[in-house]
């Protein structure tokens, strides 16, 4: 008699149960935070107590879900119990878990980077954000990714304050096999960035990615720098940049919000991608990010980071990021 395999099976199922598997664990933290609320909930045939309403509201607030939107989700559920639809534990969840994604489904929206049209320009995009939240290695991680699909990618390095930045792109463009257009540190990144825009156009490139610096104290100079960066390239192309993308620390939380606004005052952003997920207990704020204020609430979510691998850096979809912050067990 053979032993049952438990191991890795072979068939092909086994990958996305693994990449599924990889976000999970990701998600740990702020799974472990939200299980505090719903260890009630998943005892299944178990007649829904008003307790555990409270200790998932409690949970949703810990992770930096935000007000609004625990408390449109609370009011909901605790509606719906009251007209006795929701029969027992495992229905709660399941309207729980229906509700979550809902709430996401406004920053639902894919970047879309394709091979450059006969006579179109390249496309520009823009890595704006404070310093550390993971710009330049979100931006190495991209030039892996489109290169793998066939495409010329170039990086403009553009982070002029700190010679290691320039350095730290540069790195990323050897390994991937990516050219890199920078200047000594200290030099001025507009003009970075335009030198690296007429390049990329005099070369065919089909995506060009933009690293700028962060630096959050100088306030001031940091909004007026990436100000300028944008007027100098739409000298060159009154189109670009066609994306500026705001990278977050998933970290901060709540914090988050007042990142978007502020950064969005000096260039509106298009896009965000969310880092450090697996650092935190408070990756709940993609649920504050998809509620903000009317102007700010459908910028989508592109990417999230849940680990310092290249595969961590995800494309972001609602539904199994949901399930990986509800389900407590490992069965898919
Ligand atoms: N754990 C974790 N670390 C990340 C993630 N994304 C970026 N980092 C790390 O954050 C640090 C700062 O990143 P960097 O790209 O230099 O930030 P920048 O200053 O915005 O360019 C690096 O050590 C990255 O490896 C993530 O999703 N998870
Ligand atoms: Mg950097």
Same mark, same amino acid.
């Given at each position: 008699m053979t032993e049952p395999n438990n191991?890795?099976?072979?068939?092909?199922?086994?990958?996305? $149960?693994?990449?599924?598997? $990889?976000? #999970?664990?990701?998600?740990? $933290?702020? #799974?472990?935070?939200?299980a505090t609320g719903l260890g009630n909930l998943i005892l299944g045939e178990k007649e829904i107590n008003e307790g555990a309403l409270e200790d998932l509201e409690a949970a949703l607030l810990m992770t930096d879900v935000g007000m609004e939107t625990t408390q449109a989700i609370i009011s909901d559920l605790t509606a719906r119990a009251g007209r006795r639809e929701l029969a027992n534990m495992t229905a709660l969840y399941e309207a729980l878990n229906e509700l979550l994604v809902k709430r996401l489904a406004n920053v639902v929206k894919p970047l879309v980077i394709e091979p450059r049209q006969p006579e179109a320009m390249p496309k520009v995009v823009f890595f704006v954000g404070v310093n550390g939240v993971g710009k330049t290695t979100t931006i190495g991680k991209l030039a892996k990714r489109y290169k793998n699909k066939g495409l010329n990618v170039m990086l403009a390095?553009?982070?002029?304050f700190r010679a290691a930045a320039v350095e730290q792109l540069q790195a990323w463009g050897q390994r991937e096999d990516v050219p890199?257009?920078?200047q000594a540190q200290g030099s001025d990144s507009a003009s970075v960035a335009f030198d690296a825009v007429q390049s990329a156009q005099a070369k065919g490139v089909d995506v060009l990615l933009?690293?700028? @610096?962060? !630096?959050?104290?100088?306030?001031?100079?940091?909004?007026?720098?990436?100000?300028?960066?944008? #007027?100098?390239?739409? #000298?060159?192309d009154p189109d670009a940049p066609h994306e500026v993308i705001l990278v977050l620390?998933?970290?901060v939380g709540q914090n988050a919000l007042s990142q978007v606004k502020l950064f969005n005052? @000096?260039?509106?952003i298009t896009g965000l991608v969310v880092t450090k997920l697996d650092g935190t207990a408070k990756a709940g704020v993609l649920f504050a990010l998809a509620s903000q204020s009317a102007e700010l609430k459908d910028i989508p979510i592109y990417f999230?980071?849940?680990?310092?691998?290249?595969?961590?850096? !995800?494309?972001?979809?609602?539904e199994p990021f949901v399930a990986a912050l509800l389900q407590t067990t490992e069965a898919v």
């Open positions: 191991q890795t099976p072979a068939s092909e199922s086994a990958e996305p $149960k693994g990449f599924f598997g $990889k976000l #999970r664990s990701g998600l740990s $933290k702020t #799974r472990a935070q939200l390095a553009g982070d002029t890199v257009v920078a933009v690293d700028t @610096a962060g !630096r959050l104290q100088a306030k001031a100079q940091l909004m007026d720098e990436l100000a300028k960066i944008q #007027r100098v390239v739409k #000298r060159l620390d998933g970290g005052e @000096a260039v509106p999230i980071g849940v680990g310092e691998g290249i595969e961590d850096l !995800r494309v972001f979809e609602p």
